[in-house]
């Protein structure tokens, strides 16, 4: 799917040469070990590079010039992927060979040299006034998650399910991280992150593969990394409580329940646990979908994700309060019914479906393209869309069953309005 090189010590540049899209694509990773202060360290970072830097010093000077290069996107960013932190930068421009004149093409990788290696800087650290803001702006995306009532019980619940754990550290880090970052630790955490972190860049368009390459290599000079760091192996999931209920000023309740599942992302019974969690709650035909939500009418909605970096499953419904019990015997169930090999040859056969469609749709997209192949070239084997197909189409109704009888419930959290639930 990509070609891949490598230009220095853990390095590499991944191209993809079609004439699929009208645009040049470009995706930077930076990768580093997960850490709460680390994390807060580079997302404040992110703030930084893409609002300021020595050629353009101001956001407004950075967003016309994008505009003038054809509405070029240049955005930075944090992810998290297993026990790694990941900075990101994003762009996408248009295609030279599509305009009359001008290389718009060599303005962007300039621009992309800048953002990264030349930061607006006052006496060798970033400037007071920059950071400050910035840190600001990160604690109020934190702040945020209290008044999505979905997104905070779902922080609570991997908080209680797996308490110092990558599952539970935010990409963004924590607001006390953040008040003790300095101008100097920010420009301590900068240069680690451009001569330690693991990078790949990626670029997809139609492009001369090997001049890009030398382009990159000019634009992007890194040189080899002389700290290469080792991950650590993931710790056991140890929840401090089984169940937990907490109440705050709302009126729909929200239920999120938490499950272990010793199937991991490099793991071979991966495209099982796909087709498993498609059928227990993953897509509108599922069983928590039309039992829970549509049979019973017990929750204005119900589903489940499975989370393969972490070898864990989560439910999120949002109910009524007084259904609380009602709703868990109900998830239960659905479990239950798998593991006794309730399944139809229907859910079967729309979840190998619905995965096919998902995986090409992702594929329609230069950013969809990156992020399959980022993920999936972890693998031992390389990725292919066919080979990945058959793997789902050779899943039986018992591989499917084998997995259920794995899932453990671990904790249910349950944040719940004021209201009298009597």
Not at 329 to 357: C, F, P, R, V, W
Request: net charge negative; glycine share 4%; with cysteine.
């Amino acid at each position: 799917m990509f070609n891949t090189i490598e230009v220095a010590k853990d390095v590499h540049i991944h191209t993809r040469v079609t004439d699929q899209f009208k645009t040049v694509n470009f995706s930077l990773k930076f990768r580093r070990p997960l850490e709460v202060e680390e994390a807060a360290e580079r997302t404040v970072l992110t703030n930084v590079l893409q609002h300021s830097n020595a050629k353009f010093p101001s956001t407004a000077s950075m967003r016309m010039y994008l505009d003038d290069l054809y509405g070029t996107v240049l955005y930075l960013d944090t992810s998290k992927k297993g026990n790694e932190h990941v900075v990101i930068l994003n762009v996408e421009t248009v295609n030279d060979q599509y305009l009359k004149q001008g290389d718009v093409l060599g303005k962007v990788l300039d621009l992309m040299h800048t953002v990264l290696f030349e930061p607006n800087l006052e006496g060798g650290t970033f400037k007071e006034n920059i950071v400050s803001r910035e840190k600001e702006m990160v604690k109020e995306r934190i702040q945020s998650i209290f008044d999505d009532k979905s997104r905070y019980a779902q922080n609570r619940l991997t908080k209680i399910l797996a308490p110092n754990h990558p599952a539970s550290i935010s990409a963004n880090g924590t607001i006390p991280a953040i008040e003790a970052i300095t101008p100097q630790s920010l420009t301590d955490t900068y240069h680690r992150m451009l001569t330690e972190d693991a990078i790949d860049i990626y670029v997809v368009g139609d492009i001369d593969e090997d001049k890009m390459v030398e382009d990159l290599k000019k634009a992007l000079p890194f040189g080899k990394r002389e700290t290469t760091f080792k991950l650590k192996d993931l710790p056991k999931i140890e929840p401090t409580d089984d169940y937990v209920k907490e109440k705050q000023d709302m009126r729909q309740g929200k239920l999120h329940i938490g499950y272990s599942i010793p199937v991991f992302f490099k793991d071979a019974d991966f495209p099982k646990m796909q087709i498993f969690n498609g059928i227990f709650g993953g897509y509108p035909h599922s069983k928590l979908f039309m039992n829970v939500r549509e049979k019973e009418s017990m929750a204005y909605y119900c589903s489940s994700s499975y989370s393969a970096q972490y070898g864990l499953v989560y439910v999120t419904s949002g109910i009524d309060a007084i259904n609380e019990q009602k709703v868990i015997q109900l998830i239960d169930d659905q479990l239950a019914s798998m593991q006794n090999g309730e399944i139809t040859d229907l859910e079967l056969t729309q979840t190998k479906a619905m995965l096919q469609n998902q995986l090409k749709e992702a594929l329609d997209s230069a950013r969809g393209q990156i992020e399959i192949y980022d993920q999936y070239k972890d693998l031992d084997e390389d990725f292919n869309v066919e080979d990945w197909q058959k793997k789902w189409q050779a899943v039986t109704k018992e591989d499917v069953v084998a997995m259920a009888k794995q899932m453990h419930k671990e904790t249910v959290y349950f944040l719940s309005g004021m209201e009298d639930e009597k």
